[in-house]
């Protein structure tokens, strides 16, 4: 079994399991689209969930345009999403 860890999504902080991708944390959590598209602003969230698309592109720790799928979370870790004040 996997050890919790504390995170925050959007300055909200979240207890998963050690391992856990930052995708998994954020549909744990109900949210389901972090960013919309440039064109329509359209939203998006996990798709592929293997990292060959772009649609789950999240900041973390400060570093944007990460892969929410390919990032497992640490104690910590800070992901920013583009779409928290339309969730506010």
């Known amino acids: 079994m996997e050890q919790p860890v504390t995170i925050s ?7 998963v399991d050690s391992g856990t991708t930052v995708a998994g944390a954020m549909i744990s959590q109900g949210i ?3 960013r ?9 969230g996990l798709f592929c969930g293997i990292g060959a698309c772009f ?5 973390i720790d400060s570093v944007p345009n990460q892969r929410a799928c390919m990032v497992r979370v ?7 999403t ?6 506010a």
Request: charged share 30%.
């Open 9 to 15: 999504i959007d300055s909200a902080p979240v207890i």
């Open 32 to 34: 389901t689209a972090w």
């Open 36 to 44: 919309s598209t440039r064109t329509n602003e359209r939203p998006r």
């Open 55 to 59: 649609d789950c592109l999240v900041t």
């Open 74 to 80: 640490c104690e910590g870790q800070q992901i920013d």
């Open 82 to 87: 583009d779409t928290a004040k339309e969730r």
